[in-house]
């Protein structure tokens, strides 16, 4: 048996608070929250100064359960430790049950609790309650004779419970022996119950103090200091800086395929350095301006600035402006060659669009960001990354691991740097690794099966780049449930486009099987300026000549399910969450009409309360944003000639109004999002036929009042774990807006005058091929200048049956989830598994196969297993791969591709020799279609 450390300090004493640590004994008070943070991380605790009136094996019981057993030496135990510790001996066993009956209730159904958790809950909760049953059945009798005489109570049963400290030590002795040679962990002894009366103020103070979700504890602190220098001079400073680089470099590859970002995770590692200069070079003195002191250097750069800057950054971290396409397409010879678009329509555009997205981001908070289940899993790799660069860890050795995280993530960081020099110049077919279709390049059927360029990607390799298998999904962030389901759906996918383009459905198998383009009757690239005006406007004459456009086989499925969703979801979400849902709306409508009334109230979760800390943002001063967006939108459209009228901005707020909870609500328990820009592109195609620049405008409104508002809500959410005072999250957002809004117009700007050789041709030697660009140019030309009425009506009726079948498949559903087995359906999410159709055109299963590998791996089995090392790594890693693979496309691409030095060999040149890189339809239009053409005759066009 391994010989664990000795615990040293009497168990016997009085109960006494860490250094630093104020305990009232209630968490719904904020001071039971707050800590001198200086104070107990200057102040060695070791485990003999806490819980003293805990007996050493009740120590390591809280050790092991909140995965610091691992410490290489117990004389100083981190503060999360110290905290804990502290409010388990000053919680009653009657409020631990009572706090412990309120959660099994709350999260009954909540995909995100661990099963084992949840059902320790309810075993601790089941002996209380069958302990009480029987004392009250038995002060109602006084005859124990009759009593079976081999029957042991309940009360007799807990007393049984391990209390000794020699056979606990030993227990888990044995238990840690089994981790460290290598067995497949320890779930089950993790989660028995041995002290019933210490568990179940450990899982409630777990609950009460820091969070039921254990990737939630990995990036938080259960405490909060809230004199913690935090909007200072030197987060301004360098989140203009690195808010302006991001917007260039994002910008600048937003239209590359596959697009290279400089995500957040890379502005996070030199935000990091960034501040310690400014720590270094600044003065030490301050000023005062009116009733504000501004002290320029406040001492140590803390995580807060870090985080605080972070958020700064987050408005262009890793992708650009939705309007940016807006312009792209519309100013581009390429698509529309719109001439009158200059920087006064274009500045008026992006703002607008923008800013309206951070005015409802604020109205969101009551449903998105206070709520404990809106965990919002994209975000947690962020927050374990600052936490990782700023907060002092002590030493660990987990499973055989002895790295730290900071070391970890810059070994995880500088390998993702070198290794993705191999697929992204060096060995190229490592990316797009089709290997087999080089068994026989000119077989059809196999590149439509197995391809990565153009064909489905059904393959069991597909990469060895996590650029590429992290594009659609993020494994190491999204449950594995969501990973999972979202893959179910595109594999369900898989089948239906090749039954659709097999079968010729709606001439599919004249064209590409899997491409987001528009095609004409004879299987060519459809262009709009072929039947429009001058004026941008349908063109009946023309039209007549070229006849409609046609969709591929992918592109249609997409659309189909973009149709089924909206319904489904809407009606799905509602069902399944309308408490939820209820109480948002009215709690929005209460703060409106009693505009002083704190916006934290009816939230108690740890983080809310000590959130009260910090003035809050006023309803008001988020609409009144929105109202300035609105005005810039219609002077948009006034002063020039977007051909769009006022009330189409009127409308995309409307309808965002009515889905804003539940897309924001699924998003923020798993990470899963989609946008309105189908729903909405298909109601102005019908309500303003002909008119593809009404549908891009309104579009562009539509998408960004739910799209850009889920961002920013990231951003609120982010401060809300970090505590960061809301006001200073508000005037970091607008101004970070502001500053990369101009600076990401310059660019584009600069790409289209020129700056790019070919830019957005399909064959562009860069990959400049622009395919969000082209998907919204296609988008724009067969719902706004075609319209749907002819789309429905000639082309594709089948599509009007969609959003019929998605209302109808919702009420099965939430029967299911909701009176089904809960073991059995408790990770079904039917709304994931329809977005997985989504994946399609120009993606395919060799984006997903690789991520579910991954996801399975790390985010279901080492979770569940290795829970410590998870906690630990899991999200450092992430964040270290994608910034390594951002740093080092940059470098790459600026190095050896913009001025081409090209790398001619086998390995750069397989993948795309075969059809896979030259995909076309099964059929041949000029010889296999009548008169040369498929579709409706000449003469008779929809």
């Known amino acids: 048996m391994i010989e664990l450390p000795k615990i040293p300090g009497n168990p016997a004493g009085p109960v006494t608070s860490g250094g630093g640590i104020a305990s009232v004994a209630s968490h719904l008070q904020l001071e039971d929250h707050e800590v001198d943070l200086h104070a107990i991380q200057s102040q060695a605790m070791s485990i003999g100064d806490v819980g003293r009136t805990l007996t050493e094996a009740q120590k390591w019981i809280v050790l092991k359960r909140l995965h610091f057993d691992a410490l290489v030496t117990l004389d100083d135990l981190p503060p999360q430790a110290t905290f804990i510790f502290d409010k388990i001996e000053n919680m009653s066993t009657g409020e631990a049950v009572e706090i412990l009956k309120k959660t099994l209730k709350d999260h009954k159904n909540d995909v995100n609790i661990v099963e084992d958790v949840f059902e320790l809950w309810e075993e601790l909760v089941a002996l209380d309650e069958a302990t009480k049953k029987e004392s009250s059945l038995g002060e109602e009798s006084e005859d124990s004779d009759k009593k079976e005489p081999h029957t042991v109570s309940v009360k007799e049963k807990l007393s049984t419970f391990i209390h000794n400290a020699d056979s606990k030590v030993k227990q888990l002795g044995d238990i840690e022996k089994k981790d460290e040679s290598g067995g497949t962990g320890v779930r089950g002894d993790d989660y028995a119950i041995v002290d019933w009366d210490l568990q179940v103020r450990l899982e409630a103070a777990l609950i009460a103090y820091w969070s039921p979700y254990p990737e939630v504890r990995a990036v938080t602190f259960p405490y909060d200091d809230p004199t913690i220098p935090v909007e200072t001079l030197r987060v301004y400073i360098i989140g203009i800086i690195w808010t302006g680089i991001g917007a260039v470099i994002n910008q600048f590859f937003a239209e590359r395929q596959p697009s290279i970002s400089l995500s957040v995770s890379v502005v996070q590692v030199f935000l990091y350095p960034s501040g310690l200069l400014c720590e270094w070079i600044l003065p030490k003195w301050s000023f005062k301006i009116w009733k504000w002191t501004i002290d320029l250097n406040p001492g140590p750069y803390t995580y807060k600035e870090q985080m605080l800057a972070t958020i700064f950054c987050g408005v262009t971290g890793g992708s650009t402006s939705y309007a940016a396409w807006n312009i792209l397409m519309q100013k581009s010879p390429v698509f529309y060659d719109n001439q009158w678009v200059d920087w006064g329509y274009e500045i008026l555009l992006i703002l607008s669009t923008n800013f309206l997205g951070v005015g409802l981001a604020g109205i969101m908070r009551k449903f998105a960001v206070y709520p404990v289940k809106a965990i919002w899993p994209t975000i947690l790799p962020s927050l374990a990354l600052n936490k990782t660069l700023l907060t002092p860890a002590k030493k660990e050795k987990i499973n055989g691991w002895k790295i730290s995280s900071y070391m970890f993530f810059f070994v995880t960081f500088w390998a993702s740097f070198l290794y993705f020099w191999v697929p992204d110049y060096l060995f190229e077919a490592l990316s797009y690794f089709n290997w087999m279709t080089w068994i026989a390049p000119s077989n059809m059927n196999l590149a439509v099966v197995t391809g990565s360029i153009g064909g489905l990607g059904l393959n069991p390799i597909t990469t060895f780049d996590w650029n590429y298998l992290s594009a659609l999904l993020q494994p190491l962030q999204w449950p594995f449930y969501a990973t999972a389901c979202n893959f179910i759906g595109a594999f369900i996918g898989f089948f239906a486009i090749l039954g659709i383009w097999y079968s010729n459905y709606k001439w599919t198998g004249y064209l590409p099987i899997n491409d987001n383009g528009l095609y004409s009757n004879t299987g060519e690239s459809y262009s709009v300026t072929a039947i429009v005006n001058d004026q941008s406007l349908f063109d009946q004459q023309k039209y007549d000549e070229v006849g409609p456009p046609f969709y591929t086989a992918g592109n249609l499925l997409v659309y189909g399910s973009f149709f089924a969703l909206y319904p489904f979801h809407i009606v799905y979400e509602f069902g399944m969450h309308y408490h939820d849902m209820w109480d948002a709306c009215t709690s929005f409508w209460r703060v409106l009409k009693n505009w002083k009334r704190s916006t934290y109230d009816g939230y108690d979760d740890p983080h809310s309360t000590m959130m009260r800390a910090y003035p809050e943002v006023p309803e008001w001063a988020y609409l009144i944003i929105v109202v300035i967006s609105l005005v810039l939108a219609i002077l948009c459209v006034k002063l020039y000639p977007a051909q769009t009228p006022v009330w189409g901005i009127f409308f995309a707020l409307g309808i965002n109004f009515v889905f804003l909870i539940?897309?924001?609500?699924?998003?923020?328990?798993?990470?899963?999002?989609?946008?309105?820009?189908?729903?909405?592109?298909?109601?102005?195609?019908?309500?303003?036929?002909?008119?593809?620049?009404?549908?891009?405008?309104?579009?562009?409104?539509?998408?960004?009042?739910?799209?850009?508002?889920?961002?920013?809500?990231?951003?609120?959410?982010?401060?809300?774990?970090?505590?960061?005072?809301?006001?200073?999250?508000?005037?970091?957002?607008?101004?970070?807006?502001?500053?990369?809004?101009?600076?990401?117009?310059?660019?584009?700007?600069?790409?289209?005058?020129?700056?790019?050789?070919?830019?957005?041709?399909?064959?562009?030697?860069?990959?400049?091929?622009?395919?969000?660009?082209?998907?919204?140019?296609?988008?724009?030309?067969?719902?706004?200048?075609?319209?749907?009425?002819?789309?429905?009506?000639?082309?594709?009726?089948?599509?009007?049956?969609?959003?019929?079948?998605?209302?109808?498949?919702?009420?099965?559903?939430?029967?299911?989830?909701?009176?089904?087995?809960?073991?059995?359906?408790?990770?079904?999410?039917?709304?994931?598994?329809?977005?997985?159709?989504?994946?399609?055109?120009?993606?395919?299963?060799?984006?997903?196969?690789?991520?579910?590998?991954?996801?399975?791996?790390?985010?279901?089995?080492?979770?569940?297993?290795?829970?410590?090392?998870?906690?630990?790594?899991?999200?450092?890693?992430?964040?270290g791969l994608n910034a390594g693979i951002a740093f080092s496309s940059i470098i790459i691409f600026f190095s050896v591709m913009y001025h081409p030095k090209d790398l001619t060999w086998w390995g750069n040149s397989v993948s795309y020799e075969g059809i896979d890189a030259a995909m076309t339809g099964w059929l041949n239009a000029t010889v296999d279609a009548p008169d040369g053409y498929f579709g409706p005759r000449a003469g008779n066009y929809p």
């Open 662 to 879: 539940p897309l924001t609500t699924i998003y923020a328990r798993t990470g899963f999002s989609f946008g309105l820009n189908v729903l909405v592109e298909l109601i102005v195609g019908y309500a303003i036929p002909g008119n593809g620049l009404a549908l891009a405008f309104i579009k562009a409104l539509g998408y960004n009042i739910d799209g850009q508002a889920q961002n920013f809500v990231n951003d609120l959410k982010q401060g809300h774990y970090a505590k960061l005072p809301p006001r200073a999250v508000y005037r970091v957002q607008l101004l970070s807006i502001f500053v990369a809004s101009f600076i990401q117009l310059g660019i584009l700007n600069f790409q289209l005058d020129g700056g790019i050789k070919d830019y957005c041709d399909p064959k562009n030697a860069q990959r400049f091929t622009c395919p969000n660009g082209r998907t919204f140019y296609s988008a724009s030309v067969l719902w706004g200048v075609i319209g749907p009425k002819k789309v429905f009506g000639g082309l594709y009726p089948i599509l009007q049956w969609c959003f019929l079948i998605g209302f109808l498949l919702a009420f099965p559903c939430i029967a299911i989830k909701r009176w089904g087995p809960r073991k059995m359906f408790k990770y079904f999410e039917p709304s994931i598994i329809i977005g997985g159709l989504l994946n399609y055109a120009p993606y395919n299963l060799s984006y997903l196969i690789p991520g579910l590998y991954v996801a399975y791996a790390f985010m279901h089995y080492i979770k569940r297993n290795y829970e410590a090392w998870w906690q630990k790594y899991n999200y450092v890693l992430s964040t």
